[in-house]
């Protein structure tokens, strides 16, 4: 079995502070019970109505801002457990090629000033891998040539709606670029393969267009083992001395 290795927990601490910023908040109950009590006194008990116009106001704006904040925070704190999900399903998939590949999750790859957060990277004898992982769980329309793909959702009327995102195809041309930058400067030149992996069972995936030099694969679809064949399976290869030398660089990353 293919060893894993986890470079960093970026997903994990924004999860923990998400969750940290959706328990109870005291100052913020401690400031509506206090505009609250100044509405009431400036409608029992002033001579000001505009005072109490004004405190009311005040009242029903700090309410829709607390429930506004943490309706927010709730829907991120969704999506970073929905991509933690994914890690761990896409490293127990991986984790079944053989044991001469390492799979890095979590990379942070830097060059010229710009960063990739890069979801997987494998490193094997038939070379190196960049895979990102999208665990959506419901229709999604993409184009292998397009920037923007859309995910259908459907709203709580039970009426669909559109949500574009980036192409995770573009993506993954990115954070090959960054990381095969970043390998040059070592010395190192070689190939780097891209996929796209969705990870939830669930997700329904359209693709149009040609499929370029990064293939999409869909774990509904059998995407799982075709994405074992698809790194198992290339006609390139990596001397083992270059592999030991790449798996280096990236572990000391």
Request: charged letters at 20%.
């Amino acid at each position: 079995m293919a060893k894993i290795v986890k470079k960093s927990d970026h997903l994990e601490t924004e999860y923990k502070q998400a969750e940290r910023s959706n328990e109870f908040n005291p100052l913020a109950f401690l400031l509506l019970i206090v505009i609250c009590v100044a509405f009431v006194a400036a409608y029992f008990i002033t001579d000001f109505p505009v005072f109490a116009v004004g405190a009311g106001i005040m009242f029903i704006v700090a309410i829709i801002s607390v429930k506004s904040d943490t309706a927010r925070d709730y829907s991120e704190q969704n999506i970073l457990a929905s991509g933690i999900e994914g890690e761990h399903s896409t490293a127990k998939l991986l984790k079944h090629l053989p044991d001469n590949y390492t799979v890095y999750q979590d990379v942070v790859v830097e060059f010229d000033g710009k960063v990739s957060e890069i979801d997987n990277v494998v490193v094997g004898r038939t070379g190196i891998f960049v895979i990102e992982t999208k665990n959506r769980n419901s229709r999604i329309i993409g184009d292998y040539s397009e920037r923007d793909w859309q995910q259908i959702k459907i709203g709580r009327g039970g009426t669909p709606y559109g949500e574009s995102f980036y192409s995770p195809v573009k993506q993954v041309g990115t954070h090959i670029f960054r990381l095969k930058s970043y390998l040059r400067n070592s010395d190192i030149r070689v190939y780097i393969n891209g996929a796209v992996y969705f990870s939830n069972p669930q997700a329904s995936v359209e693709m149009h267009g040609e499929p370029g030099d990064v293939p999409v694969f869909i774990c509904s679809d059998g995407g799982g083992e075709a994405l074992l064949n698809y790194i198992l399976s290339t006609d390139k290869s990596l001397p083992t001395a270059t592999v030991k030398r790449i798996n280096k660089i990236i572990e000391n990353l």
